[in-house]
């Protein structure tokens, strides 16, 4: 089974809103990762944060993470129509080189 | 700036062909990986690599195996093609030079008929 779950599975909000997705784990990380896909296309990585930090901000992205709820949130601010992609998280562990990725939320921004 | 290669953006082949997927890495990652992607499942592993001959099986190894003689070079093989194996197919790499990120290739659409 999947490691990371990503909810929303889909969500459509309107340019210049704030999107925000969840993604939660079973065991304990090293680090997690944020990346984004377009339709048709590889992933494309964000942002990734260690288990020992509590929130990252990149450019309109902010992640959070909560050890003790074994959960991250990736908020992007002001989205735009170009942030239309699904988005999956993917968490590493120690003594595997595996990374396990999440189903995704499937974002809309619609203009 | 960084670069994975498929060698195959698209593909078409018959049930009971055997299937090379070729991907390159520039990066001298020591680790690669090859996951298929299907519609609500998301990426599944496949198969990893964190050596030159050395080789893990993932999640969902039944019906492929991989090569990996060189470096930057790690095949996925489909020996006898069959119509559940039409998917999508991500290799990617990770090394020590670029920390954790994944770098994932564009993808090879393979569909078996």
């Known amino acids: 089974s999947q490691q990371g779950e990503e909810d929303p599975q889909a969500l459509s909000i309107q340019e210049g809103e704030n999107a925000t997705m969840n993604c939660s784990y079973k065991t304990s990380i090293n680090n997690l990762q944020w990346y984004r896909q377009n339709s048709g296309r590889g992933l494309v990585h964000l942002i990734l944060?260690?288990?020992?930090?509590r929130e990252k901000h990149s450019g309109r992205l902010r992640v959070t993470l909560d050890t003790s709820k074994k959960s991250s949130s990736l908020l992007i601010t002001a989205s735009r129509a170009a942030d239309t992609a699904s988005y999956f998280c993917a968490t590493g562990h120690s003594g595997t080189y595996k990374y396990i990725f999440g189903t995704g939320t499937r974002l809309k921004v619609l203009a | 700036d960084v670069k994975v290669t498929q060698s195959s953006r698209y593909l078409v082949k018959r049930t009971g062909e055997k299937v090379f997927l070729e991907c390159v890495q520039d990066m001298d990652h020591e680790n690669m990986f090859w996951y298929r992607q299907d519609p609500g499942l998301g990426l599944r592993l496949i198969y990893f690599s964190y050596d030159v001959k050395m080789k893990e099986k993932g999640d969902i190894p039944e019906g492929y195996s991989v090569s990996r003689e060189k470096k930057e070079r790690f095949s996925l093989i489909l020996e006898s093609a069959s119509t559940n194996q039409t998917s999508m197919y991500l290799c990617?790499?990770?090394?020590?030079?670029?920390?954790?990120?994944?770098?994932f290739g564009e993808g090879s659409w393979l569909t078996v008929v």
């Open positions: 990617a790499s990770k090394g020590a030079a670029t920390g954790n990120t994944i770098y």
């Open positions: 944060i260690r288990s020992n930090e």
